[in-house]
């Protein structure tokens, strides 16, 4: 159950809900992640960062996932987020990623747009889908830190973006950040609507930790059809582990935690599925 991207987006822009890609960093988090669409029988993407794959390259991750598809009887897709090179975006293609997102938000227009083409020119040959992203989601996110001043997606702009790299989805910043959010985000939906009205592929919100369940909900019915998850994942897991060894200190075994962090995981993807509205479109 292994697949690619672009089914699975297509289908929910058909549909009017999202396909939830939740960020992945271990071995429990994989198992999370698939046992939550399993139970829900919904389309997933699991995705990592570059913060991640330094951490452990794209063939370990990739092969988590791998298996975790074996298991399921839900399509699974596993997608490199916030790709910040050709050449990481081409490692993780060749390790048998089945999405790609190139960021080149932090490029001048054009520069993004030779950036995002070429690494659509290789994983097309794979028929891989790329995501690419214009403007740029603030915030901090491993390795990627950000801050600027005009940071929200030009709906023209992404016009010419679109037609010119070739990209199949667009991750469009709306006032999103990566990261904890000091207070309630404020997202420009007007906007997003106006970026609707001109590009007809696929949108993606990036930096949705935080942002309120009937914020994410207009969101997609503006347009949006996958929709990020990381931080919240992280805060999870790490505070279901914390729990545990502050009840039990003595424990040593890594699996007793690492158990209790993957419940919590579980439950807050079973909860976003319900947000998006993607149970049982599998």
Do not use: W
Request: include cysteine; charged fraction near 25%; charge should be negative.
């Amino acid at each position: 159950m292994l697949v690619t991207t672009k089914k699975l987006l297509l289908d929910a822009q058909k549909g009017g809900y999202a396909v939830g890609a939740f960020n992945v960093e271990n071995m429990e988090m994989v198992q999370a992640v698939a046992a939550a669409a399993e139970e829900l029988k919904s389309p997933i993407i699991m995705q990592t960062t570059p913060g991640t794959l330094k951490y452990a390259d794209a063939d370990y991750f990739f092969a988590n996932a791998k298996v975790a598809a074996k298991k399921a009887s839900v399509p699974i897709a596993i997608h490199l987020d916030h790709g910040n090179s050709y050449d990481l975006a081409v490692q993780a293609f060749n390790a048998g990623y089945t999405s790609i997102m190139i960021d080149g938000s932090h490029e001048s227009l054009e520069d993004n747009i030779a950036l995002s083409k070429a690494v659509v020119d290789v994983c097309h040959i794979g028929d891989v889908p790329v995501e690419g992203e214009l403007g740029k989601v603030g915030g901090k996110e491993d390795d990627l830190v950000a801050g600027y001043d005009d940071p929200y997606t030009n709906p023209d702009e992404a016009k010419l973006f679109v037609e010119k790299s070739g990209i199949d989805f667009l991750a469009v910043a709306i006032g999103t950040a990566h990261g904890v959010y000091k207070g309630i985000p404020k997202l420009d939906l007007n906007r997003l609507s106006e970026i609707r009205k001109v590009v007809d592929i696929p949108l993606v919100l990036h930096g949705t930790s935080g942002v309120p369940d009937d914020v994410v909900k207009e969101c997609i019915k503006r347009g949006i059809c996958k929709v990020n998850y990381a931080t919240d994942l992280r805060i999870a897991f790490s505070n279901g582990v914390k729990k545990y060894l502050a009840e039990k200190p003595s424990v040593y075994d890594p699996k007793k935690y690492g158990a209790v962090g993957r419940e919590e995981v579980k439950k807050y993807v079973l909860d976003k599925i319900k947000v998006l509205v993607s149970d049982f479109k599998a």
